[in-house]
């Protein structure tokens, strides 16, 4: 493997990539399937920033899981 392949790939380094995705899939499982970006500036946002930064978070969030609604029904 070539040294930086995950941030080539994934925009951050694997930990935290697969950091964020742990936090979409808990938060998904309480929300009815939806995450809620709100959650990173709220009470529990400083528990995660420890752990992964809100910037990295919502990065990755954008880069690869955020699409339109145009998108998902091929309109």
Same mark, same amino acid.
């Given at each position: 493997?070539?040294? #930086?392949?995950? @941030?080539?790939?994934?925009? &951050?380094?694997?930990?935290?990539?697969?950091?964020? @995705?742990?936090?979409?899939?808990? &938060?998904?499982?309480?929300? %009815?399937? /939806? $995450?809620? !970006?709100?959650?990173?500036? #709220? !009470?529990?946002?400083?528990?995660?920033?420890?752990?992964?930064? /809100?910037?990295?978070?919502?990065?990755?969030?954008?880069?690869? $899981? %955020?699409?339109?609604? %145009?998108?998902?029904? #091929?309109?």
């Amino acid at each position: 493997m070539v040294p #930086g392949w995950d @941030t080539e790939l994934f925009g &951050c380094p694997l930990p935290n990539y697969v950091g964020t @995705t742990q936090l979409l899939r808990g &938060c998904a499982l309480f929300n %009815a399937g /939806r $995450f809620d !970006p709100a959650i990173v500036d #709220g !009470p529990d946002g400083a528990k995660f920033n420890r752990a992964i930064s /809100r910037e990295t978070v919502l990065s990755v969030i954008e880069r690869r $899981f %955020a699409t339109d609604v %145009a998108s998902v029904s #091929g309109r």
